[in-house]
């Protein structure tokens, strides 16, 4: 049995998926999130405690998982009235799970520091809900190389491989450039399925066809057919995929890098959120090269 109590913040998709995977180590999990709704999809496991507020996670677990949505959430559940700052002391671990701003990242795990002596790991992690609940994420992992081996054990249960990169933020940026690669192959794996249906192709052949040369991939062979399906169930929001195209911009801006196929990618998904397929999968992205349901 495992005695280690674990604080989780954040029951969204990919939290939900991370707490059952957690707690099949049998860690004593005391999980929030603030809509309460959302706890109770866990009150039938044991090991799984549901919190009514932010202060009882931080006076009773020194490590506290984050995995929230945004960067402004980061910082309320940390820093505001109720947060974890309240309590945190130079034994508390933050170990954020979330894809926020580097920068801001950085400035969070200083003032945390400063005010309570308290450690901030960030450890964004990448492959969906899916592969959270297998275990198989990989996460890239920034901050205090000694207190990631603190929290190592929890990052091997939950990843097939973490990587450390350096400082804090160090693993931020490395999500950035994961979501690069990963959101601009939506929009082109879409311009693909769409022409192949011009052309009559049956592109449910084409993950297969396709696996030994060089367009094979794991993004292939997993949102390809639920494009070309029309399944549009989320395993990620459409939302979440234009808050991380926002943030790869105004990173890149601030180092003055071009990122002219993200900026692309980032007008196509701004087009269908303001066409209210927030709550879609970012999959729905090819409802843009439909002539039939051009927005």
């Given at each position: 049995m495992n005695n280690l109590s674990l604080g989780f913040i954040g029951i969204g998709l990919m939290g939900l998926s991370l707490v059952k995977r957690l707690s099949y180590f049998n860690y004593k999990i005391n999980a929030y999130d603030k809509n309460l709704e959302k706890l109770k999809l866990l009150k039938k496991i044991s090991?799984?405690?549901l919190n009514k507020n932010i202060s009882e996670i931080s006076k009773n677990n020194n490590i506290i998982i984050l995995?929230?949505?945004?960067?402004?959430?980061?910082?309320?559940?940390?820093?505001?009235?109720?947060?974890?700052?309240?309590?945190?002391?130079?034994?508390?671990?933050?170990?954020?799970?979330?894809?926020?701003?580097?920068?801001?990242?950085?400035?969070f795990a200083d003032q945390l520091n400063k005010k309570t002596g308290a450690s901030w790991i960030d450890a964004p992690v990448?492959?969906?809900?899916?592969?959270?609940?297998?275990?198989?994420?990989?996460?890239?992992?920034?901050g205090d190389e000694k207190v990631v081996e603190t929290?190592?054990?929890?990052?091997?249960?939950?990843?097939s491989k973490f990587t450390y990169f350096g400082l804090s933020g160090s693993g931020q940026?490395?999500?950035?450039?994961?979501?690069?690669?990963?959101?601009?192959?939506?929009?082109?794996?879409a311009e693909a399925a769409s022409f192949a249906k011009a052309w009559n192709v049956d592109a449910k052949k084409?993950?297969?066809?396709?696996?030994?040369?060089?367009?094979?991939?794991?993004?292939?062979?997993?949102?390809?057919p639920r494009i070309v399906n029309r399944d549009f169930a989320p395993k990620g929001y459409a939302s979440q995929i234009l808050k991380d195209l926002q943030m790869v911009s105004k990173l890149?801006?601030?180092?003055?890098?071009?990122?002219?196929?993200?900026?692309?990618?980032?007008?196509?998904?701004?087009?269908?959120i303001n066409s209210a397929k927030e709550n879609l999968d970012g999959t729905s992205i090819v409802k843009l090269y439909d002539s039939k349901e051009i927005i």
């Open positions: 090991n799984i405690r995995c929230l949505d945004k960067t402004n959430s980061v910082k309320e559940v940390v820093f505001g009235k109720n947060g974890i700052v309240n309590n945190a002391n130079a034994n508390t671990i933050i170990l954020d799970l979330s894809t926020t701003l580097a920068n801001e990242t950085i400035n990448s492959g969906g809900p899916d592969k959270a609940l297998e275990g198989n994420l990989a996460i890239m992992v920034g929290v190592k054990p929890i990052l091997e249960a939950i990843s940026i490395v999500k950035m450039i994961n979501q690069i690669i990963v959101l601009n192959n939506y929009a082109i794996l084409i993950p297969e066809a396709l696996s030994d040369g060089h367009a094979g991939s794991n993004l292939l062979n997993d949102l390809f890149a801006n601030s180092k003055n890098t071009p990122t002219p196929m993200s900026s692309l990618t980032k007008q196509l998904f701004t087009i269908l």
